[in-house]
């Protein structure tokens, strides 16, 4: 039970008292009655929103598009689109976060992680067996996604304010100090405190039509519905339970006035909420006196069992008082500690003023101080039954990071940590049970434990505490003065767990030389601007000179480019075309592309994709906590999220890349955007040792031969950039001093099938339809997909192929083996170069390669029988075939009659005569000769078998042609029994 669930009894059986309303309207009808406190002094209608209870609102909407990692764009838009309504209908808004640690509310925090993970714990079952968005009853708040609505909102110019101790109490009081309209927000706490006006967060509708709808809470009709008097709702709320007097408290007396309940209805009442909400307020209306609290609690907890009874009577009076102090009677003699104003906040410099650090601005070159004075008192924690001292923070650091955390233009961890030495991690999408990937709480854990040494200073106190001890001899062998610093990071790891849990992080001095924190925040020298970057860069594994170089990465894409690097250097986490889809979605027109990004949808939503999405969003929540505390040397407007990120994008790049598609492909056939994700990827990876997870084989170099070269590139000269997949070639003389440039193909395995029919990848049946043939005689055909053949580059005509399997050899001369179809039906011997939309061209053939000449390296091709992208026909196969093919065997013997007789097993029978023909749509087949056209994708032929003797026994294609010279002889013209 307890207070959260007092909202929904209120919207259930108070509906009377729940109206629908037009925001728009009332706000476009709203006269002041008095002059607020606004910056502005316009006289809007100015609502507080608690963003704490209307993420999803916020987001725009019960999209399930979540679940890949966010669509941040189309959040920005929306709330771009609720300002500019807000605008026009003179109304006014200030978000307020919880930005508040709440160790008095862990509990009730701990428990409302657990029904998080639980439903985390749905969506990826629900994932891995149906591969579909989950159902929006599911919704959880995409990772990173307060921090990325504080930025959207400072971007957009509304106000924004954090709480820092309790968060209610510091809504209901900003509303109130500053003269605001009403609250917009979904807790009963609200209800309790009667603000000027309480609308429903929940239930807000920005429609197509103009207006925001929602509901409005009349607390009058509340009271007529509940027939309670006004002046007894805090008691009332208190008895419902709370973070102070809990339902554990209350749950003998629940006991007992179910019971009285259920004999005086003559039947058992359960113990659902609402019959303990009618129940509760049945009795606080019997309640003759409630002024005197000890009467009322010693005949509320008359017969508890639970604890002493004078401790729960001080617990009551504690909670009455809470809910009192809410009120604008109790705002008036009590207020909390209100620093909160000057929203929304203006930091544009004046004229002549320059802003360096979080430090005040720089007038006619002056300087203030880098150092200040430490707090004197130490703030506590207590860990494992004992108190640990934090170390001395400066006035002045703790000033700035008071002032902007109530501004919300600092991570919430900054001050907590200074301030209590804790943080609270929410609950992420992320299977903990996957072996394959880390959970964000360790992979990240080496980054937090930097940062928290900076920000506690830990350096300069150690440098300082050897200065001072340098001269001393301690002849007592104490033990060294320790700077470890534990900080707890308060987590839900597993849901059976009944208690909240933390775990330990010990903060320790860096092995660099780290800038002071005064340094870092208030230093106004040319190089502090340096010295603040190069610690964000050290903190983020990411301090490379291509890291600092903007022709390579720029500025809106440095901190995705540092953590890239970091899941990259702290083990086998990422893929090579994983890697691939990020830095092709980061450089693509489609992320500022809201409507198309909307109106696509995903044939597949993967599991894995969505594991590397919040892995990636989890290290840019903490890459803007280390630049915080850095001193914010990336603008807070490069940290914003729809810079670089969408989710949906990257889960259709990565299910591109997740077919062989090349990177030409993934960056939709434009070289230029090639050419960055080739630089990022040079940044990400420069001076890093290390293998990529799972290595798979990519496409070689021929898919880019279709592309324009880049410019002053000669045809078959080296690429300035490597392309996805290619190996990196030394200088040597077979590759003509070609270094880390060389764009040669690359040793392939073989392709993967990929999805089949889809337009993310190719389908292993070619598009263009074909047919087989077994000794020059069609066995099987297929019609072309005309929709498949059209999606080539340039619509260009392609023609139906051709597999064959034995006979006589088309285009110059007979032939033995497995043919490959698709080829000019001219006999070239040897030819030197391909065609561009063959293999690319390679120097230095060794031994049996593609091509006599400029072909492929000479290991070829190591697959099963797969054919090779399209390519014309060179004459006799001979020494240009692949090795490692195997084809199916032939028996042919010729029998002594003209009977045909039916083929036995796998083969039919034939005739090599000339009446005999096949006709198909796209071929005309005879035993003796065929027209064939061009082929595309690989096809795979029958199952390899042995051999036997017969008439070409001497002529098998074991591992390649041995001797091209050779052809296969001809029988004569009489009927033959082919068995395969």
Request: net charge positive; with cysteine; aromatic share 8%.
């Amino acid at each position: 039970m307890g207070i959260k669930d007092l909202q929904a009894y209120l919207e259930t059986h108070c509906s009377g008292a729940c109206l629908s309303v037009d925001l728009l309207k009332i706000s476009k009808s709203f006269i002041p009655k008095r002059r607020g406190r606004l910056p502005s002094g316009s006289g809007r209608f100015c609502l507080i929103v608690d963003a704490e209870s209307c993420f999803d609102r916020l987001y725009g909407g019960y999209f399930s598009d979540w679940v890949c990692g966010g669509q941040w764009n189309r959040m920005l838009t929306f709330l771009s689109n609720l300002l500019q309504a807000c605008q026009t209908a003179n109304m006014e808004l200030v978000v307020f976060f919880n930005g508040a640690l709440e160790s008095q509310k862990m509990d009730s925090w701990y428990s409302s992680q657990v029904n998080q993970k639980k439903k985390v714990n749905m969506v990826l079952r629900h994932i891995y067996n149906r591969g579909t968005p989950p159902p929006k009853v599911w919704w959880n708040p995409p990772i990173f996604l307060c921090g990325a609505l504080r930025l959207a909102l400072r971007q957009l110019g509304i106000g924004v304010a954090m709480s820092m101790d309790d968060h209610e109490q510091e809504v209901i009081a900003f509303c109130r100090e500053h003269g605001l309209q009403g609250i917009l927000g979904q807790n009963a706490s609200y209800a309790i405190f009667d603000p000027p006006r309480y609308f429903s967060c929940q239930n807000l509708k920005l429609t197509y039509k103009g207006s925001l709808e929602t509901k409005e809470y009349v607390m009058d009709e509340i009271a007529k519905s509940l027939d309670l008097n006004p002046n007894r709702f805090c008691l009332f709320a208190a008895l419902l339970g709370n973070h102070i007097l809990t339902e554990e408290d209350l749950y003998d007396f629940y006991k007992d006035l179910l019971a009285r309940a259920s004999q005086d209805a003559g039947k058992t009442i359960k113990p659902a909420p609402e019959n303990i909400v009618r129940a509760v307020v049945d009795h606080v209306r019997s309640i003759p006196d409630i002024t005197n609290m000890d009467y009322v609690g010693d005949a509320i907890f008359r017969d508890s069992a639970k604890g002493n009874k004078l401790e729960l009577i001080a617990k009551l009076k504690q909670s009455v008082q809470y809910y009192f102090n809410g009120t604008e009677e109790g705002f008036l003699t009590y207020k909390p500690r209100l620093v909160h104003g000057n929203f929304p906040p203006q930091m544009m410099p004046s004229k002549g003023q320059e802003y360096t650090g979080y430090g005040p601005p720089v007038m006619n070159g002056s300087a203030p101080p880098t150092d200040s004075a430490p707090v004197k008192k130490q703030i506590k924690t207590r860990v494992g039954g004992r108190e640990i001292e934090l170390p001395p923070v400066g006035a002045e650091i703790m000033r700035i990071a008071s002032e902007r955390h109530q501004k919300g233009m600092m991570s919430p961890w900054v001050y907590q940590v200074l301030s209590q030495g804790e943080i609270k991690m929410v609950v992420t999408l992320e299977d903990e049970g996957n072996r394959e990937l880390p959970t964000s709480m360790d992979l990240y854990r080496p980054v937090r434990q930097t940062v928290y040494s900076l920000l506690l200073n830990l350096n300069k106190l150690k440098i300082v505490h050897e200065n001072q001890n340098r001269d001393k001899v301690d002849a007592s062998g104490a033990a060294p003065k320790t700077f470890e610093v534990p900080i707890k990071e308060w987590v839900v790891r597993r849901v059976g767990s009944q208690k909240p849990s933390f775990d330990l992080v010990m903060a320790k001095p860096v092995d660099w030389k780290a800038p002071s924190i005064e340094r870092m925040w208030l230093g106004q020298q040319a190089d502090d601007k340096t010295r603040r970057l190069r610690a964000f860069l050290t903190v983020m594994h990411s301090d490379t000179p291509l890291m600092l170089n903007t022709n390579y990465v720029p500025q809106h894409l440095l901190v995705l480019c540092t953590v890239l690097r970091y899941m990259l250097e702290c083990g086998r986490i990422l893929q090579r075309h994983e890697l691939d889809a990020f830095l092709a979605m980061s450089v693509s027109p489609l992320l500022l592309d809201v409507q198309t990004m909307q109106d696509l949808k995903l044939p597949t939503v993967q599991p894995r994709g969505v594991a590397l999405a919040a892995l990636f969003m989890s290290g840019v929540e903490v890459a803007q906590f280390a630049n915080d505390v850095c001193g914010a040397p990336v603008p807070w407007n490069m940290v914003c999220p729809w810079q670089f990120f969408d989710g949906k994008l990257f889960h259709f790049k990565l299910l591109k890349a997740n077919n062989n598609t090349s990177l030409v492909d993934m960056c939709d056939g434009q070289v230029e955007q090639v050419l960055r994700v080739e630089r990022l990827r040079q940044a990400i990876m420069e001076n890093l040792q290390f293998e990529f997870a799972k290595p798979r084989p990519f496409l070689s170099a021929a898919v880019y031969a279709g592309y324009p070269m880049p410019y002053g590139q000669a045809p078959g000269g080296p690429f300035p950039y490597r392309p996805a997949g290619m190996r990196s070639v030394p200088p040597g003389p077979e590759q003509g001093g070609r270094g880390m440039g060389y764009m040669g193909p690359q040793e392939m395995g073989p392709p993967n099938a990929g999805r089949g029919r889809g337009i993310l990848g190719r389908s292993p049946v070619d598009g263009r339809g074909g047919q087989l043939e077994i000794a020059g005689v069609v066995v099987g055909s297929w019609g072309p997909n005309l929709s498949a053949a059209s999606r080539g580059r340039g619509n260009n005509q392609m023609q139906p192929r051709v597999m064959s399997v034995g006979g006589p050899r088309r285009g110059g001369g007979g032939g033995r083996g497995m043919f490959y179809g698709g080829m000019a039906p001219r006999g070239m011997r040897g030819g030197r170069g391909m065609p561009t939309r063959g293999m690319l061209p390679a120097r230095g053939m060794p031994g049996r390669g593609m091509m006599p000449g400029r072909g492929m390296p000479g290991r070829g091709m190591s697959m099963p029988m797969y054919r090779m992208p399209e390519r014309p026909f060179y004459g006799r196969m001979g020494r240009g075939s692949v090795r490692g093919i195997r084809r199916p065997a032939v028996k042919a013997r010729p029998k002594p009659g003209g009977k045909r007789k039916t083929a036995k097993g796998r083969g039919m029978t034939v005739a090599a005569g000339d009446k005999d023909t096949v006709f198909n749509d796209n071929t005309k087949e005879t035993a003796g000769k065929t027209e064939e056209e061009d082929d595309d994708d690989n096809f795979e032929d029958a199952e390899d078998e042995e051999e036997t003797t017969g008439a070409i026994d001497k002529h098998l294609m074991q591992n390649g042609v041995d001797e091209p010279e050779e052809v296969i002889k001809e029988e004569p013209a009489s009927n033959v029994e082919l068995t395969v």
